[in-house]
Nanobody, 121 residues
Framework: QVQLVESGGGLVQPGGSLRLSCAASGSIFRIYNMAWYRQAPGKQRELVATITSDGTTNYADSVKGRFTISRENANNTVSLQMNSLEPEDTAVYYC???????????????WGQGTQVTVSS
């Protein structure tokens, strides 16, 4: 099995910063893209940022210049540094990874359980 475990969410004032982390563990042969998504109350889950195995990144327009995604392939981790946070960034943030398992080289998407980020004064 493969598990993704997020950490780092919480309550922060507008203009503040938070850093989310996600660690993948289990029977992992290889991880391709890793990503962060978010889902605000009453809204659909949306893509925040992606990063390929060679470090190429892509961001939603709403977070460009404020958020930075990074990864450490040796540790199977991905992080999201969030600066200049706005109330509109309030959501549950989910880690996602495109994983090839050791057994049979099965490839599929895995999701973390989500971590709450609340931006409020």
């Amino acid at each position: 099995q493969v598990q993704l475990v997020e950490s780092g969410g919480g309550l922060v004032q507008p203009g503040g910063s938070l850093r989310l982390s996600c660690a993948a563990s289990g029977s992992i042969f290889r991880i391709y893209n890793m990503a962060w998504y978010r889902q605000a109350p009453g809204k659909q889950r949306e893509l925040v940022a992606t990063i390929t195995s060679d470090g190429t990144t892509n961001y939603a327009d709403s977070v460009k210049g404020r958020f930075t995604i990074s990864r450490e392939n040796a540790n199977n981790t991905v992080s999201l540094q969030m600066n200049s946070l706005e109330p509109e960034d309030t959501a549950v943030y989910y880690c996602n990874a495109d994983v090839v398992r050791v057994v049979l080289r099965i490839r599929r998407d895995y999701w973390g359980q989500g971590t709450q980020v609340t931006v409020s004064s």
